[in-house]
């Protein structure tokens, strides 16, 4: 237990150490690592967030370009996101085991949750690790459609390289936040994560005003309509 507490204390700098020393190769170790992190469920664990926001403080010093670096990360995600999808809709259209009508009853129930909800989990899901692995299996499971997964699989990479590289690259190297990097890494995902739950709150009620109030039983028109038929 002692290990494994050492160990992730110490992994923001064994990340940067590991990609100072290898230089171009570094580019190729981030998109693997964004890649697993997305797109291979087991594999979960890997500290991606960490790594974004190392990977744009070491933008900023010059270790690695800017225009290189975020187009590669955005594209390891939506890869990643893909490869899952991919994957989980193979599974899902060949193994089908004896007696399982309650998996047809449960698909349906998820693909009409997907439909109403797939898009916004697509985009928000690569704040949470376990999520970020899970939503892309679900859509491939429920058959989304490919074209739209990856139309908001890329605006969740997006927000998610530009949130977490974007303060690394700007903030990464104050002193401070090297010296308590958990924590600032902490205060970033959280903020994240409360920006994006009053952007889906205030969605949810911009619709709900959309539709309008709910019609109410025993209108005057209803009785009139049901005298009319009498």
Not at 7 to 30: C, K, N, T
Request: a positive charge; glycine letters at 10%; hydrophobic letters at 55%.
């Amino acid at each position: 237990m002692g290990t494994l507490v050492q160990f992730v204390l110490q992994l923001d700098q064994d990340l940067e150490a590991l990609l100072i020393q290898h230089g171009p190769l570094a580019y190729a170790i981030l998109g693997a690592i964004i890649f697993c992190s997305v797109g291979v469920l087991p594999l979960v664990f890997l500290p991606a967030d960490m790594l974004l926001f190392l990977s744009g403080a070491l933008a900023a010093v010059g270790v690695l370009r800017p225009l290189w670096l975020a187009p590669l990360l955005v594209l390891a995600a939506v890869a990643g996101t893909a490869f899952n999808y991919a994957i989980a809709r193979a599974l899902a259209s060949r193994w089908r085991p004896a007696g399982a009508g309650w998996i047809d009853r449960l698909t349906a129930r998820t693909r009409g949750l997907y439909a109403r909800h797939g898009a916004a989990l697509l985009l928000y899901s690569p704040f949470i690790a376990v999520v970020r692995a899970v939503a892309p299996a679900l859509a491939g499971a429920t058959r989304m459609p490919f074209r739209r997964l990856v139309r908001f699989a890329t605006g969740g990479a997006v927000i998610w390289v530009s949130s977490l590289a974007g303060p690394g690259y700007f903030f990464g190297n104050v002193p401070w936040v090297r010296s308590h990097l958990p924590a600032a890494m902490a205060i970033v995902i959280g903020a994240g994560v409360a920006a994006l739950a009053v952007s889906m709150l205030w969605q949810a009620r911009r619709k709900r005003r959309a539709a309008g109030p709910p019609a109410k039983s025993g209108q005057p028109g209803q009785h009139e309509q049901a005298s009319r038929r009498d």
